[in-house]
């Protein structure tokens, strides 16, 4: 199974800033890492996949890079609706797996 | 719209049975691959099963599999999860998804708002 982690668990920031997240796997995920944002009771929702393609509506604040083991979301300029946890996704292989998250809160 | 709606989420004893339903629209159904994710309160995503298309390819997350069933009625755009001797670690949110392409699985772009599914006694 590849195991995705993500760092930092917690990033305090303010609006406007810019906020960088990583995700590492433990082997290579070719292109196939997708990132999502989730708020407090809902559903989580596709930002990224392929590692840079954004997802349809997805505003160009947010955006992917990397290859093989590691991997970046970006948001450059935080708004207040972008407080919330991300989660990173491999599908390189199966099992499909989810990192553990990173929660973006206000500083 | 794509729609996804999730049903069938309650409370049942460990070693009980539950059989989840996702209802889907807006999107041609028989094309696309449909997952369940679930999440435990207060816990990240863990996937849980992939059918696909076809109804004949299904994956399984090593914790659920023997118990749980994976299956979809194309001719009711429903996917079920047959969820047999459940134990209070299954406790969680279910959510269906939908994957992004038809060909494979490498994203989910829409999701259901989710049921509860609790193991207690």
């Known amino acids: 199974e590849i195991v995705l982690t993500q760092s930092p668990a917690t990033l305090s920031l303010s609006p406007g800033e810019r906020a960088t997240l990583s995700c590492r796997a433990s082997q290579s995920v070719a292109t196939s890492l997708a990132w999502y944002q989730q708020k407090p009771g809902q559903a989580p929702r596709l930002l990224i996949y392929d590692v840079s393609h954004r997802a349809t509506g997805i505003p160009d604040r947010f955006s992917g890079s990397g290859s093989g083991t590691d991997f970046t979301l970006t948001i450059s300029s935080l708004e207040p609706e972008d407080f919330a946890v991300y989660y990173c996704?491999?599908?390189?292989?199966?099992?499909?797996?989810f990192g553990p998250g990173t929660k973006v809160d206000i500083k | 719209e794509v729609q996804l709606l999730e049903s069938g989420g309650g409370l049942v004893q460990p070693g009980g049975s539950l059989r989840l339903s996702c209802e889907a629209s807006g999107f041609t159904f028989s094309s696309y691959s449909i997952n369940w994710v679930r999440q435990a309160p207060g816990k990240g995503l863990e996937w849980v099963s992939v059918?696909?298309?076809?109804?004949?390819?299904?994956y399984s997350a090593d914790s659920v599999k023997g118990r749980f069933t994976i299956s979809r009625d194309n001719s009711k755009n429903t996917v079920y999860l047959q969820m047999n001797s459940l134990r209070a670690e299954d406790t969680a949110v279910y959510y269906c998804?939908?994957?992004?392409?038809?060909?494979?699985?490498?994203?989910?772009?829409?999701w259901g708002q989710g049921t509860l599914v609790t193991v207690s006694s």
């Open positions: 059918i696909g298309a076809d109804g004949v390819t299904t």
């Open positions: 998804a939908k994957s992004l392409m038809t060909t494979v699985t490498r994203a989910l772009d829409y």
């Open positions: 996704q491999q599908r390189g292989d199966w099992p499909l797996t």
